[in-house]
């Protein structure tokens, strides 16, 4: 683990104190509660409703952290500001279909970036993040919460986990620029969407562009590097360790679903790329529940239920994510969390 990442662990328990003694009731120096949101595409519809759902059942916690991935990125923001803004996550996944958020690029798509434009899908960004939501955001930063998202450097082949609550907080005058860049970065399907420039900077000042795209390129999920030992900050911190509870929302399903492909390049291609995307998903879920084993904290989970056997006519199919996203709520609302990833998953059994 760098001394970087020391020093920001470091720095956030000092803020989460500094608010429990100020008697901020969201910062705890005895629980701390995380959520991590997967990748899925319009399956995001999903985590929307988990959320929302939860907030009616009355018990969902406020996260000490949270993190997203490509569609998971587009709700963390919501997620992380709490209740209050479940109504703005369920028009971000329940208001816009395909003609909302893509426009095809024809012929010369093929030929590009991308067979789509990302202009609508940046239009909506724009639209939710505001210089009001960032100061929100902002404000929570300072309480040490933190809102993290995952993009991909396609350039060297490498995730990148953004701070985005950190950027909030700074006064850098393309915060929001910035802000949005990431968020549809993290969006952009490959071949579906064009990659995103962003402009960074080395310690030593000198400025380049690097392509981002998808964050679920690298991983569907994500938490925290895998050698952090979090107990050693909060012993040095608070005096003990922490009862921690990590909770996943997996956009897709976890079970093998049977549809007879047709034997063209394009819909083969798609078939495939669900199919390593679902397999990898399963895969980061086994790997964060061996980091919270090891860190002695628990982890829940919920995903797509076998039961949702509606499917998409399209690739932002409205009909289908308000579908999704009412099958979420009731998910949310029963507490259907699971504690263990069975092995027998990834075979349907």
Same mark, same amino acid.
Request: proline share 5%; glycine share 8%.
């Given at each position: 683990?760098?001394?970087?990442?020391?020093a920001?662990?470091?720095?956030?328990?000092? $803020?989460?104190?500094?608010?429990?003694h100020?008697?901020?009731?969201?910062?705890?120096?005895?629980?701390?509660?995380?959520?991590?949101?997967?990748?899925?595409?319009?399956?995001?519809?999903? +985590?929307?409703?988990? *959320?929302? @759902?939860?907030?009616?059942?009355?018990?969902?916690?406020?996260f000490?952290?949270?993190?997203?991935?490509?569609?998971?990125?587009?709700?963390?923001?919501?997620?992380?500001?709490?209740?209050?803004?479940?109504?703005? =996550?369920?028009?971000?996944?329940?208001?816009?279909?395909?003609?909302?958020?893509?426009?095809?690029?024809? =012929?010369?798509?093929?030929?590009s970036?991308? *067979?789509?434009?990302?202009?609508? *899908?940046?239009?909506?960004?724009?639209?939710?993040?505001?210089?009001?939501?960032?100061?929100?955001?902002?404000?929570?930063?300072?309480?040490?919460?933190?809102?993290?998202?995952?993009?991909?450097?396609?350039?060297?082949?490498?995730?990148?986990?953004?701070?985005?609550?950190?950027?909030?907080?700074?006064?850098?005058?393309?915060?929001?620029? =910035?802000?949005?860049?990431?968020?549809?970065?993290?969006?952009?399907?490959?071949?579906?969407?064009?990659?995103?420039?962003?402009?960074? $900077?080395?310690?030593? @000042?000198?400025?380049?562009?690097?392509?981002?795209?998808?964050?679920?390129?690298?991983?569907?999920?994500?938490?925290?590097?895998?050698?952090?030992?979090?107990?050693?900050?909060?012993?040095?911190?608070?005096?003990?360790?922490?009862?921690?509870?990590?909770?996943?929302?997996?956009? @897709?399903?976890l079970?093998?679903?049977?549809?007879?492909?047709?034997?063209? #390049?394009?819909?083969?291609?798609?078939? +495939?790329?669900?199919? *390593?995307?679902?397999?990898?998903?399963?895969?980061?879920?086994?790997r964060?529940?061996?980091?919270a084993?090891?860190?002695?904290?628990?982890?829940?989970?919920?995903s797509?239920?076998? #039961?949702? #056997?509606?499917?998409?006519?399209?690739?932002?199919?409205?009909?289908?994510?308000?579908? =999704?996203?009412e099958?979420?709520?009731?998910?949310?609302?029963?507490?259907?969390?699971?504690?263990?990833?069975?092995? #027998?998953?990834?075979?349907?059994?």
């Amino acid at each position: 683990m760098t001394p970087e990442i020391q020093a920001v662990i470091r720095k956030q328990y000092r $803020q989460v104190l500094d608010a429990a003694h100020a008697g901020e009731r969201r910062a705890s120096p005895r629980r701390a509660d995380y959520l991590a949101i997967s990748g899925g595409g319009a399956n995001g519809a999903f +985590a929307a409703g988990v *959320l929302t @759902g939860w907030t009616k059942r009355g018990d969902r916690p406020a996260f000490e952290v949270v993190t997203g991935v490509s569609t998971g990125a587009l709700a963390a923001p919501f997620a992380f500001l709490g209740p209050r803004y479940d109504a703005e =996550l369920k028009e971000v996944y329940t208001a816009y279909g395909d003609r909302d958020i893509m426009r095809s690029r024809g =012929l010369l798509g093929v030929f590009s970036t991308g *067979l789509n434009d990302n202009a609508q *899908l940046r239009s909506i960004i724009s639209k939710y993040m505001t210089e009001r939501l960032l100061d929100e955001i902002a404000t929570q930063y300072r309480l040490g919460r933190r809102l993290l998202i995952q993009t991909t450097n396609i350039d060297a082949q490498r995730p990148v986990i953004w701070d985005l609550s950190a950027l909030s907080a700074s006064d850098r005058p393309d915060r929001r620029e =910035l802000t949005i860049n990431i968020l549809l970065a993290s969006a952009a399907i490959p071949a579906v969407f064009p990659p995103v420039r962003i402009k960074v $900077q080395t310690p030593a @000042g000198e400025s380049y562009d690097e392509l981002h795209v998808d964050g679920g390129v690298s991983a569907q999920l994500f938490f925290a590097p895998p050698n952090v030992r979090f107990g050693n900050f909060e012993r040095e911190a608070f005096g003990r360790v922490r009862q921690r509870h990590l909770h996943v929302i997996r956009n @897709g399903r976890l079970t093998p679903t049977y549809e007879t492909t047709t034997e063209r #390049t394009i819909p083969l291609a798609k078939r +495939a790329i669900e199919t *390593l995307v679902a397999y990898q998903g399963l895969a980061d879920l086994y790997r964060l529940q061996a980091f919270a084993r090891r860190g002695r904290a628990e982890l829940s989970y919920v995903s797509i239920p076998q #039961t949702f #056997t509606q499917t998409p006519r399209s690739e932002f199919d409205k009909s289908y994510m308000l579908s =999704l996203f009412e099958a979420g709520v009731q998910t949310g609302f029963a507490g259907e969390w699971k504690a263990e990833v069975s092995a #027998t998953l990834a075979s349907g059994g």
